[in-house]
């Protein structure tokens, strides 16, 4: 059974609208991690999370918020979605040592439209 | 600030041979770990192995192994026995002290039957 679930899988959107993408994941793992993925650069690291209630910027952060209301739950919040932030989506779950950072498990993705 | 590159962008090989793609990386951390995934056609994006910076012996799982030159350092995953489901993008990735995976672009493998 899948651990890392995704919602939507797919999404259009207007450009100035709200899109909140969901993630759940029941692996138990303290982190988790937003990317996004597009032809050329490889997988972009845009928030993470250590657990509960905290949330860390990533290396694209900009036009994006994101929530940790519980161990299993990460959402990804675009307050004015912008056709550039036209993508897929990946979350991911992992577990660390301390500061030290293994495997990540990721869900199927998201594709978004922005229009 | 840790790097990955991997400058295989494709490869083509026959199935049931062996294949290898290079990883090279750059970290300041003195332990580390490296990953290798697996992106199939439908965008699944896979965990396949990893190797610990201060384990000598080189990981494997299955028909996946690594080749761990930390002089060089390099992390090639080599496949042997390639099926066609073989055929998908590969990642490496580094991890290190800062709860983030760094990730590559990714080799292209097609398994021709």
């Known amino acids: 059974e899948a651990a890392v679930t995704q919602s939507p899988r797919n999404k259009v959107a207007v450009t100035g609208g709200k899109v909140t993408l969901s993630c759940n994941q029941t692996?138990?793992?303290?982190?988790m991690y937003w990317y996004r993925q597009d032809t050329g650069h490889g997988l972009r690291l845009i928030h993470y999370s250590y657990g509960a209630g905290s949330t860390e910027k990533g290396d694209i952060p900009d036009g994006y918020k994101a929530s940790r209301p519980s161990q299993e739950n990460f959402s990804l919040i675009l307050e004015l979605a912008t056709p550039s932030q036209t993508s897929v989506y990946f979350c991911?779950?992992?577990?660390?040592?301390?500061?030290?950072?293994?495997?990540?498990?990721f869900g199927p993705g998201t594709r978004l439209t922005v229009l | 600030a840790q790097k990955v590159t991997q400058t295989q962008t494709s490869i083509s090989v026959m199935e049931k041979t062996t294949v290898t793609m290079d990883c090279v990386y750059e970290t300041q951390d003195s332990s580390y770990f490296l990953f290798w995934y697996k992106q199939t056609a439908s965008g699944e994006i896979v965990f396949l192995i990893r190797?610990?910076?201060?384990?000598?012996e080189n990981a494997t799982v299955g028909h996946y192994s690594l080749n761990f030159q930390k002089p060089k350092s390099s992390i090639g995953l080599i496949i042997t026995a390639t099926q066609i489901e073989d055929s998908a993008v590969y990642f490496c990735a580094i991890g290190g002290n800062t709860r983030k995976l760094i990730f590559g672009l990714g080799t292209t493998l097609q398994v021709q039957p």
């Open positions: 692996n138990n793992h303290n982190n």
């Open positions: 190797q610990d910076s201060y384990k000598k």
């Open positions: 991911a779950s992992g577990d660390a040592g301390g500061a030290e950072t293994y495997e990540q498990y």
